[in-house]
Structures are given as C-alpha cells and as structure tokens.
C-alpha cells in the first residue's frame, strides 16, 4: 500500500468538479482532530485504507483529493467535519473611550476564560470553538450580557480560509475533546 505524501487537488475548483463529476468518489471523513495532523491513516466510507504522510506542515481542507485514478474514473476526497465556531465581533467598540473598551475586552476575556474555552482574535473578531453544547455557550455569553458585542455560531468551515494553520490548530485542534471542557 502506497503512502500518501501530497494532495494533488481539491474537488471544489473548478477544473476537479469537472473531472470528478461522473466519477466514483470514496469520501473519507475527517473528524477536525486528524484534520489537524500531517500523518494519519484515512478510511473510507467502504472501508479502504489510505495511510498518510503529508510532507511540510501543510492544513488539509474540506474537498482535497489524496487519490486519483483517471483509468478507473475513482478518487479518494477528504470531508472534513468540524464544528460550529462562535464568532464574538467587536468592531461596535472602535471609537469607545479606552475606558470602556478595556472594560468591556475584560468582561469578555473573563466569560470566556472562564470556561477554558480557546479562542483566536482576528481584527475585531473573536473565535471561539463549540467545546460544549450551543445552548450552554450562548446561555454564558447571554448571562454576562457585554455591551456593544455581537455574536453568532457559524459553520467551522466557514472560518478556516482567515485563518493560519495555527490557528486552526487552537481552533479545532482540541474541540471535542476533554482538554477545553470544564465544570464548576
């Protein structure tokens, strides 16, 4: 069995999409834990192995063909499965008394500290992945009530493409597992 070193294409260009259309496609899914590594043995959904090697450091995505055979119309594509990411913006503090941002940047620090949960600050916005159930993490945010602060739960895949491999690491590196989850 070969192993796997580069990927050499991804399924949602164009120029794939095309090629793949009447393919048969073995989807291998990726839990946002392996998605993070460069060496992991991938199944697919017919129980097909593909070990993987990925020389460099480079970040998987969603779509990426680790196989492709054009005699057989078949490739082997990653899906990636990753959780919901709270987005905290805090773009409505710009023009606030120092004061009131440092005021406000604490209280949002403490809610969030708090729970042990990650989080990455991107521009104005803060990235926080779902470690623990929706309902738990916006009954935090709703109980703290800090002003001037919006924040809503989108897809994980929706945030990956502003981010740099080690900030999806913090991300989703260890979402899902017991290192983030805490109990008082």
């Given amino acids: ?9 991804n399924a949602n260009t164009p120029e794939w999409a095309e090629k793949l ?21 991938a199944v697919d959904e017919h129980g ?30 990653l899906r990636l499965k ?20 440092i005021r406000i940047s604490l209280e949002l620090g403490h809610a969030i500290g708090n729970q ?10 803060v990235y926080v992945p779902m470690t623990v159930d929706r309902k738990v993490m916006l009954s935090v945010m709703d109980t703290h009530n800090i002003d001037d602060i919006t924040y809503e739960f989108v897809e994980g895949s ?12 913090r991300l989703f590196g260890g979402a899902g597992h017991e290192s983030h989850s805490h109990v008082h």
């Fill in 21 to 41: 259309k009447d393919a048969h496609v073995h989807n291998i899914f990726l839990d946002q834990w392996t998605a993070q590594k460069t060496r992991f043995l």
């Fill in 158 to 169: 929706e945030v990956i493409p502003y981010m740099a491999p080690h900030e999806v690491r």
């Fill in 116 to 125: 042990h949960w990650p989080a990455v600050v991107k521009g104005t916005k």
């Fill in 82 to 101: 990753l959780s919901p990411v709270l987005v905290v913006d805090l773009a409505r503090l710009k023009g606030l008394p120092a004061e009131e941002i």
């Fill in 48 to 77: 097909h192995e593909y070990p993987v090697a990925l020389s460099g450091r480079r970040q998987v995505a969603d779509g990426d063909i680790i196989a492709y055979d054009a005699d057989k119309n078949s490739a082997a594509v």
């Fill in 1 to 9: 069995m070969d192993v796997i070193t580069a990927i050499i294409g």
